[in-house]
């Protein structure tokens, strides 16, 4: 075993060993593989092996769909066969509410290039002979579903990454990993050490272990699964013989069970509701080739659904029941990336889907450690998303309720019951007393609504029993003034006496002025966005230089600080803290908020003394806080941050104080239609690290001819001078009684041109809206736009001015 390496890759499962490819295909040849036992020895060896392009987020569905082409290239490049069946397949819809998810499927795929199509039920029976037609409403085909052989698939990828000059080393079990002085990485193992630069924890069933050598608990968790190999079956030998065909792939999402064929029987596999945790604490280092103990009974109400969604199954007897551990993240994803504070450590673990998505785990992470980016945007699959919150009882909690409902629908406006109220704020049980219905953002309890008495959220792809409710709150902003909390926001505080020369080279804008703020995009260095923000300048109050404040999205506050602390100078000259809730926010917006400000504060808040876009700091009845005037709802409004201990009294102080103009609550979903009436994008939705900042609107915002060299520089302005290739454009749509919510196509003379990347009801304006990207060639065209929703396509329209406030008056008044 070499003693140095320039990657270290811990895990001899299909996705270490596809980590191990694609860094050798990139030209990184001193990488070596460290797996404690035989290759495949954890999940991989017992997987169904099915693999299908289907996934919630489009941008993993892209890595799938990736990951499935490969095979080809891999078993051609090291001669190992992956005995691919690509047979198609059916997913199956038993209710109306199950089909317009499938609708919804259909539609994505046509800008994702995956080819599906809406059948009816009797026609996936014609194509998949075990179906009961009669049980289902329809469904929808699929020609790159499949299944493969899970060992020969991983040994394909060793094979291959050797042929590149990779290593791999077998039976060598890591115990510890040290990081040096020097930042290197010392990789004890039962045979010695390797010094590494990089360490890749593709650990799989022992990612918990390998990340706890570095001090890192990973929110991962190994469940139960079974699936069942049946007998012989005549039926299945029938349609052999009559098509020279395998019997197709099926997915039964309301029965949750998936099916293959399997030699002259029967595949099936179930996640069942009655789920049960492995080894929840602590993985067994010795646990090898072995299977768990069947547990049909479990089972049982599954394949009762089975058995008569699928009849022919009934008069079968069963060879085997498989039963193996599968690792899962809280959301099922994979967590992919490198791990903030831990410089050359990365993490691709959590791949339940491996055969689906380990190519595409392979690709975006070699091509992070080589490239510096992953070179696509996988923040479906960023081990960022998740912080110290994600606790080891939170991801059982989690981690259990996303088994139980793989297969189920989850709902626009569906908030999901496990781990919840892990995270509040000091107001919450006010906001409760009001009926707050609450969502969560980063682990944090949001109020998305208020609700009258006796209603509460009934879930469904259309308008429901919030949109009345959301309605008026809306109507209380725009007419009178309205209060929100925002404390789910990242909060950030620089400070030193580099921090003014640092953020002009972290931020793309202009900096502001003391007592002033700005919007700030953030760039990578290709000139792509990380991040979009609000920068205030509070001054210089001490001998520790300049103090900003810094605002933005609440989900991406651990992926933000990663790129921060990153990019600190080592001088230390900068001093950068995340607040989290160490400061909550309220925010008050409306004709009348000025009113109200007014009378809770001695401070001068008139137009004059405190215009658009200030910042200061002031009491709020008696309780200090940080105002900066500005609102995401487009209206006049205020921002108002504030340290916890001080929060009820600042809502209660406005509370009272509004309550001669009028004053009501609004959530979440009134601020998305507000935003909506004035094209305001948010990050994660309109702002991704795949688009550029004048394919986002936002190069206004780029100080192009500032002296500072700020990040990403050179790749902006070749973006501006060639003009990029896409342009976020607002559409009103024609719809009935359902709205978009993202991902829907959008069309254009007859072919899908564009993707829908968020949208609602602007309740104000009374419009249906969708806001996306579309080719800057067709992007000033006004008509000739469709978007598809629920299998029909809208007509759609540009509207190139906001619909409410057009020119900014109500804002800046």
Known sequence: ???????????????????????????????????????????????????????????????????????????????QATGVHLTGGVLLAATEARLDWLRGVVAKGRYLGIDLEEISANEAAELMPLIDPKQFVGAVRNKEDGHLDPSGVTHAYAKAARKLGAEVERFTKVEDIVRRPDGMWRV?????????????????????????????????????????????????????????????????????????????????????????????????????????????????????VGFRHFPAFERTGIKQIINGPFTFAPDGNPLVGPVRGLPGFWVACGVMAGFSQGGGVGLALSNWMIEGDPGADIWAMDVARYGDWATIAYTNAKVRENYSRRFSIRFPNEELPAGRQLKTTPIYDLLSARRAQWGVSYGLEVPLWYAPEGVKDEFSWRRSSDFSQVANEVATVRESVGLAEISNFAKYKVTGEGAANWLDRIFACKLPKPGRMTLAPMLKDDGKLIGDFTLANLGAPNSNGDEWFIAGSGIAEQYHMRWFEAHLPADRSVRLEALGQKLTGLAIAGPKARDVLAKVSRADVSNAAFPFMAVAKMDIGTAPCLVGRVSYTGDLGYEIWVAPEYQRAAFQALMVAGAEFGIGLFGTRALNALRLEKNYGSWAREYRPIYGPLEAG??????????ADFIGKTGALAERKQGGKLRLRTFILDADDADVIGDEPIWYDGAVRGWVTSGGYAHHSKKSVAIGYVPKEIADKSDGFEI??????????????????????????
């Open 788 to 813: 598809e929703l629920l299998g029909k396509r809208h007509t759609a329209r540009v509207q190139a001015a906001p619909l409410f406030d057009a020119n900014f008056e109500r804002m800046r008044a």
């Open 188 to 304: 004890i193992t039962n045979k010695g050490e390797v010094v590494a630069e990089h360490v890749v924890n593709a650990g799989g069933l022992w990612a918990r272990e390998v990340g706890r050598m570095v001090g890192l608990e990973l929110p991962v968790l190994a469940m139960e699964h079974m699936y069942l190999i049946t007998e012989d079956m005549p039926e299945v030998a029938a349609w052999n013989a009559k098509t020279g065909t395998e019997i197709i792939h099926a997915v039964d999402f309301d029965g949750e069970l998936y099916l293959r064929q399997e030699r002259g029987g029967m595949l099936m596999g179930t996640y069942e509701k009655a789920n049960k945790v492995w080894s929840e604490f602590q993985t067994p280092w010795d646990f090898g080739h072995e299977l768990l103990e069947p547990d049909i009974d479990r089972i049982a109400p599954s394949l009762e």
């Open 1 to 79: 075993m070499k003693s140095h390496a320039k990657v270290v890759v811990i895990g001899g499962g299909v996705v270490g060993c596809s980590v191990l490819f694609h860094l050798a295909r990139h030209g990184w040849t001193d990488v070596v593989l460290l797996e404690r036992d035989e290759l495949t020895s954890g999940s991989t060896w017992h997987a169904a092996g099915g693999m299908h392009t289907i996934n919630g987020d489009p941008n993993v569905a892209k890595l799938q769909k990736y990951t499935i082409s490969l095979y080809k290239e891999i078993e051609e490049l090291s001669g």
């Open 698 to 707: 936002l190069d206004r915002f780029v100080a192009y001819g500032k002296d």
